[in-house]
């Protein structure tokens, strides 16, 4: 089965999990199982837990907690973190702590609908702040720049004590596979505010290339897998720098957890450790008492292989995906944002067209996809600008959904597993629909109900 509906780094190797107590698990059970370990809710207040960094932990959470910072190039000196439940999750915790009752700002820069943002906005909103978000401009889905250089320049001139709020930043789109410049966090520093950054979509080394030290954002989330493409479920992290921490307010919110350890010491290799002794060590899987292949793996590997593997594959399938034409010379593929580019994330964001130009709408497609062993993504893009010359577009393309407007795309992640054997099973599926009765076939075959949408002309 080819997963490229969710992007994310795995914990633990495929072979960690077939070697996991087979007497009760195996690999085609229910995924409501837990191998390895559990998360159970926390509930707490999230100032007292950073300040009190580690003073609650279990050894396992201690040695999982040294692992990704390790990984991530995470200074524990500079930065403290926790286990949340997931992004989501992380996302509200930020905004029940933070100050926003003494009139400050949001400012997030996001071009698809997503729940962890749309949960920061509700609870920041709810509490005073006034909530703003970039918008990109028809039809590359770049940041029209001088929109947000204006929301991030805007207020009184004053000492840059005083805070304006938090400027939300993902580095990059996980749904249309857009970089965005990492200028706008130094310009957003400047202007006086704390800066978040999302790196729940980066690419599994890309951290070493980031410059942390540089940037010194104030908060961070990421969040992990237990096995990629086998067991979705794992945890979210939440960094808060020290020097942050301090400015929050208490807060007693859901959304941190705690890491239960599986009793198995295969997996987790009885996790004996003296804290004293691991602190003056180098920081790796077996200083820290837990082996986390996923993640050796990917250190293995480096940022130069993995970096070049995902851009070449995902340029490809770019590249492939626009010379399927119909007999009428009419494109089968729309791409949304940029299209091959030696900077885009390993993400991409289409739709499908027929013949007549008319959209086959994305929920028969990931349908269909699913019968065909292909798991792909469904997204809405939004905070489009139209510029005048595309008026006529605008009204063509976007649609409502709940109260808002955007454009229902499939998505495609690649996470640093994904081979071209992936990226050619996509395209051999998507090359299907050149045939026009396609989707009637194989519709009646999956078992699919094709539901009468409204179509769309292409762009």
Known sequence: HTCLDYIGIGLYSYSQLLNYDPSTYQISSSLSESPFFSVSPKIGNLKEKLLNDGGQETEFEYSMKRRIMAFLKISEEDYSMVFTANRTSAF?????????????????????????????????????????????????????????????????????????????FPLHSRVTGSRYPYLWMSVAQEKGWHVMIDACGLGPKDMDSFGLSIYNPDFMVCSFYKVFGENPSGFGCLFVKKSTISILESSSGSGMVNLVPTDDPVSLHAL??????????????????????????????????????????????????????????????????????????????????????????????????????????????????????????????????????????????????????????????????LDSEFVDKESVRCGVHVFEYKNREVV
Not at 403 to 410: A, D
Request: include cysteine.
């Open 272 to 433: 004996e450790i003296n804290r004293t002794q691991t602190e003056s060590e180098e920081t790796d899987s077996f200083s820290c008492g837990i082996e986390c292949r996923g993640l050796d793996h990917v250190d293995s590997l480096g940022l130069v292989s993995t970096g070049n593997r995902s851009r070449c594959l995902i340029n490809w399938l770019v590249s492939a995906l626009y010379k399927l034409k119909h007999s009428t010379s009419s494109r089968l593929v729309k791409i949304y944002g940029p299209k091959v580019n030696f900077n885009r994330g390993p993400a991409i964001a289409f739709n499908l067209f027929d013949q007549k130009g008319e959209r086959i709408e994305p929920f028969v497609v990931q349908k269909l996809a699913d019968c065909s062993n292909v798991s792909l993504g469904q997204g809405l893009l939004k905070k489009i600008l139209f510029e005048e010359e595309y008026a006529e577009v605008r009204d063509r393309v976007l649609e409502k959904r709940k109260n808002e407007l955007g454009i229902s795309v499939l998505t495609a992640a690649l996470g640093f597993l994904a081979n071209f054997e992936d990226v050619y099973k996509l395209w051999i599926f998507v090359a299907r629909f």
């Open 92 to 168: 509200r915790l930020v905004a029940e702590s933070y100050p926003f009752t003494s009139k400050r700002k949001l400012l997030t820069v996001y071009d698809y609908e997503s729940e962890a943002v749309d949960e920061i906005h509700r609870v920041s909103e709810k509490r005073g702040a006034k909530v703003a978000a970039a918008e990109f401009s028809w039809p590359r889905l770049r940041i029209c720049s001088s929109k947000l250089r204006k929301m991030v320049t805007s207020g009184k001139k004053g000492s840059k004590k005083k805070k304006k709020g938090i400027f939300v």
